[in-house]
């Protein structure tokens, strides 16, 4: 098997958890879920295929269906009294956008969760069910109440940003602090996605799951990325778009709208933080600086030499940055800063 190290691992941005010192690929028998796409065993990433073997489906009963959905999830090994880190996915992606991060995280001795949004992960959507904002919003507050049942470090990268922000405004009693990630949460919805026939919704849906689509997404993203790197990373990030309920979903969110949160950022209470790449070509890092001038309580990071996605590219630096803020007790007054 080809080994692929995370990139860009710098021994002066180690963590410096005993355990923590590198991520460690273990050498089992690749036995993946049956309900992943049989896809799966092209991956050649070792991180992805590792935290693909853990990902289940739990049991979520929702109002707006009669049975439960079973929903995807990565659940943690071990459970203590600590509030647990949840992380969420970026817009139509899944658990595995965490392949290293999370193990960093677990090592590092936190109950960790990393969750599928309803419409895009690994759920079983036969009985298809609305994946609209208020349907992705309660469904992971019914996951939240059955299975995590503590208040939470609740993570979102890009849009999955919005997904918190919206979630910790309706249901703030689940979270503790928010992480927010290279955050697009300035974007009015989808637009004029929301009007368009279904025929070319359902076209939409086709080219957003091409691999050239994904590829160009991925040189956005990251710097430098050799081409067989990115070409797996986009078998990895496309996987999900493969079950069969997959564009049924997609057009239903994109003709939904879709999240629009700019009013409720003010509204957050919990104490935050902002985590920015410093050469994100997808969002600038203007508007990191204007959503740390807008939240109530946040501090601010960035991480040099990074992308779109640092819990991708610069996992250690996050991770680093995420239990520096967990661990703070003292709350800081929020000082508008002008450059990042």
Same mark, same amino acid.
């Given at each position: 098997?080809?080994?692929?190290?995370?990139?860009?691992?710098?021994?002066?941005?180690?963590?410096?958890?005993?355990?923590?010192?590198?991520?460690?690929?273990?050498?089992?028998?690749?036995?993946?879920?049956?309900?992943?796409?049989?896809?799966?065993?092209?991956?050649?990433?070792?991180?992805?295929?590792?935290?693909?073997?853990?990902?289940?489906?739990?049991?979520?009963?929702?109002?707006?269906?009669?049975?439960?959905?079973?929903?995807?999830?990565?659940?943690?090994?071990?459970?203590?009294?600590?509030?647990?880190?949840?992380?969420?996915?970026?817009?139509?992606?899944?658990?595995?956008?965490?392949?290293?991060?999370?193990?960093?995280?677990?090592?590092?001795?936190?109950?960790?969760?990393?969750?599928?949004?309803?419409?895009?992960?690994?759920?079983?959507?036969?009985?298809?069910?609305?994946?609209?904002?208020?349907?992705?919003?309660?469904?992971?507050?019914?996951?939240?109440?059955?299975?995590?049942?503590?208040?939470?470090?609740?993570?979102?990268?890009?849009?999955?940003?919005?997904?918190?922000?919206?979630?910790?405004?309706?249901?703030?009693?689940?979270?503790?602090?928010?992480?927010?990630?290279?955050?697009?949460?300035?974007?009015?919805?989808?637009?004029?996605?929301?009007?368009?026939?279904?025929?070319?919704?359902?076209?939409?849906?086709?080219?957003?799951?091409?691999?050239?689509?994904?590829?160009?997404?991925?040189?956005?993203?990251?710097?430098?990325?050799?081409?067989?790197?990115?070409?797996?990373?986009?078998?990895?990030?496309?996987?999900?778009?493969?079950?069969?309920?997959?564009?049924?979903?997609?057009?239903?969110?994109?003709?939904?709208?879709?999240?629009?949160?700019?009013? !409720?950022?003010? !509204?957050?209470?919990?104490?935050?933080?902002?985590?920015?790449?410093?050469?994100?070509?997808?969002?600038?890092?203007?508007?990191?600086?204007?959503?740390?001038?807008?939240?109530?309580?946040?501090?601010?990071? !960035?991480?040099?030499?990074?992308?779109?996605?640092?819990?991708?590219?610069?996992?250690?630096?996050?991770?680093?940055?995420?239990?520096?803020?967990? !661990?703070?007790?003292?709350?800081?007054?929020?000082?508008?800063?002008?450059?990042?």
């Amino acid at each position: 098997m080809l080994l692929l190290l995370p990139p860009k691992f710098p021994s002066q941005t180690r963590l410096s958890f005993p355990s923590t010192h590198k991520l460690k690929v273990v050498s089992e028998i690749d036995v993946f879920p049956s309900f992943l796409p049989k896809e799966v065993h092209r991956i050649k990433d070792p991180f992805a295929r590792n935290l693909a073997k853990r990902i289940q489906r739990l049991p979520v009963a929702v109002r707006f269906l009669e049975n439960p959905i079973m929903s995807s999830c990565v659940k943690p090994m071990m459970q203590n009294k600590e509030n647990p880190i949840v992380l969420l996915h970026g817009f139509d992606s899944s658990c595995l956008e965490w392949r290293y991060t999370y193990p960093l995280l677990e090592e590092a001795g936190y109950e960790t969760w990393a969750v599928d949004i309803l419409g895009w992960g690994f759920c079983d959507l036969e009985k298809l069910p609305s994946c609209d904002v208020v349907s992705k919003r309660d469904h992971f507050y019914q996951f939240w109440k059955s299975h995590i049942k503590k208040a939470m470090i609740l993570v979102g990268p890009s849009l999955g940003s919005a997904v918190v922000i919206d979630f910790a405004v309706n249901y703030p009693e689940a979270v503790e602090k928010l992480v927010l990630i290279d955050a697009s949460v300035y974007a009015e919805g989808t637009g004029n996605l929301a009007t368009l026939p279904r025929a070319a919704a359902y076209a939409g849906a086709y080219l957003l799951k091409s691999i050239p689509l994904r590829l160009y997404a991925n040189f956005l993203s990251f710097t430098n990325l050799p081409f067989s790197t990115s070409l797996d990373w986009t078998n990895v990030g496309r996987l999900h778009c493969l079950l069969p309920w997959w564009e049924d979903a997609t057009v239903d969110f994109m003709t939904s709208g879709g999240y629009n949160v700019v009013s !409720q950022i003010k !509204q957050i209470k919990q104490k935050t933080i902002i985590i920015w790449g410093e050469n994100d070509r997808i969002i600038s890092n203007k508007l990191g600086v204007r959503l740390h001038c807008e939240l109530p309580d946040a501090i601010i990071r !960035q991480i040099p030499d990074c992308g779109h996605l640092p819990h991708v590219e610069r996992p250690d630096s996050l991770v680093k940055l995420i239990v520096e803020f967990v !661990q703070s007790k003292s709350t800081t007054e929020n000082e508008c800063v002008s450059p990042l």
